[in-house]
């Protein structure tokens, strides 16, 4: 069973950066594609990001793209999420997941491990 442990999250100005990371354990990191998540208060799920297990591929939702950079360390069994230019609409929490595909899905439901979230609150 994987476990994934997400830090990184706080309250900053709009225009700032904060930086996400998932650790993960009790699996074989390399083996499973991951992705970022958020949701905002009375709204769904939504995808942010996903990398392939080499890290080799990305994927971002487009309201994301040239601010938010996802890469990953198998080596530490962690995934990175470096988000600039942070938007008030950032404002969210955040879940990191793991899909055992092999392709970067975008919903859910596809992702068989999830973290607890971390709060990301950006003021205007």
């Known amino acids: 069973q994987v476990q994934l442990v997400e830090s990184g999250g706080g309250l900053v100005q709009a225009g700032g950066s904060l930086r996400l990371s998932c650790a993960a354990s009790?699996?074989?990191?390399?083996?499973?594609?991951m992705g970022w998540f958020r949701q905002a208060p009375g709204k769904e799920r939504e995808f942010v990001v996903g990398?392939?297990?080499?890290?080799?591929?990305?994927r971002y939702t487009d309201s994301v793209k040239g601010r938010f950079t996802i890469s990953r360390d198998n080596a530490k069994n962690t995934v990175y999420l470096q988000m600039n230019s942070l938007k008030p609409e950032d404002t969210a929490i955040y879940y990191c997941?793991?899909?055992?595909?092999?392709?970067?899905?975008?919903?859910?439901?596809?992702?068989?491990?999830w973290g607890q979230g971390t709060q990301v609150t950006v003021s205007s």
């Open positions: 990398i392939s297990r080499s890290g080799s591929t990305t």
């Open positions: 997941a793991g899909s055992t595909g092999l392709i970067i899905f975008s919903r859910p439901h596809e992702y068989n491990y």
């Open positions: 009790g699996g074989t990191f390399s083996n499973y594609v």
